[in-house]
């Protein structure tokens, strides 16, 4: 049953993102990711998938609380050196105006646990103070998708105003 509570939510979620943002759709998904939650208190899927959807409505305050159990259930683990490594060898060189008024406040990488991609996570000064906003940051994202075994980027992607932008120039820069 908890699953099927779960499937549901997935269901209410994949469909909210998919067809215009449909408020009914994404507080069905939450009513159910709760109900499987109250069956399986520690599953951590669970508690990110409400997390997420509560991100998508823009309610961060209970986005957080939720992202904080998933760290509580699973905690970070230290990086190894293969991450480090990685993480710098494909790291995005990134181009600012050292007049830039908004400085970069930080940076995280997070390799995906299967796929050859990294996502590099910049956390810039808020630009402009929206009270509908809530975010005390900027956030943009550049995806790496590499071949390992040759040691080249494959793919450079970013998102951009609701698109997913990538060039083959940028493949070729980083390539160089």
Same mark, same amino acid.
């Given at each position: 049953?908890?699953?099927?509570?779960?499937?549901?939510?997935?269901?209410?979620?994949?469909?909210?993102?998919?067809?215009?943002?449909?408020? /009914?759709?994404?507080?069905?998904?939450?009513?159910?990711?709760?109900?499987? /939650?109250?069956?399986?208190?520690?599953?951590?899927?669970?508690?990110?998938?409400?997390?997420?959807?509560?991100?998508?409505?823009?309610?961060?305050?209970?986005?957080?609380?939720?992202?904080?159990?998933?760290?509580?259930?699973?905690?970070?683990?230290?990086?190894?050196?293969?991450?480090?490594?990685?993480?710098?060898?494909?790291?995005?060189?990134?181009?600012?105006?050292?007049?830039?008024?908004?400085?970069?406040?930080?940076?995280?990488?997070?390799?995906?646990?299967?796929?050859?991609?990294?996502?590099?996570?910049?956390?810039?000064?808020?630009?402009?103070?929206?009270?509908?906003?809530?975010?005390?940051?900027?956030?943009?994202?550049?995806?790496?998708?590499?071949?390992?075994?040759?040691?080249?980027?494959?793919?450079?992607?970013?998102?951009?105003?609701?698109?997913?932008?990538?060039?083959?120039?940028?493949?070729?820069?980083?390539?160089?």
């Amino acid at each position: 049953m908890t699953e099927n509570y779960f499937e549901k939510g997935e269901k209410y979620r994949e469909t909210y993102e998919a067809h215009g943002r449909n408020l /009914l759709a994404i507080n069905n998904a939450i009513e159910n990711y709760k109900k499987a /939650l109250k069956l399986d208190q520690n599953n951590i899927l669970y508690h990110y998938r409400l997390g997420y959807a509560y991100h998508l409505m823009r309610r961060l305050m209970e986005a957080s609380s939720e992202y904080e159990i998933v760290l509580r259930l699973d905690p970070p683990q230290t990086p190894s050196e293969e991450f480090f490594e990685l993480s710098l060898k494909y790291a995005p060189r990134i181009f600012v105006n050292p007049k830039e008024y908004f400085k970069l406040k930080d940076l995280v990488a997070v390799i995906h646990p299967i796929k050859p991609i990294i996502a590099y996570n910049l956390f810039w000064e808020d630009d402009i103070d929206y009270p509908g906003d809530n975010d005390p940051s900027d956030h943009e994202v550049v995806w790496i998708e590499f071949n390992k075994n040759k040691g080249e980027v494959t793919g450079v992607y970013t998102y951009f105003h609701k698109a997913i932008l990538a060039t083959e120039e940028a493949v070729k820069n980083a390539n160089l």
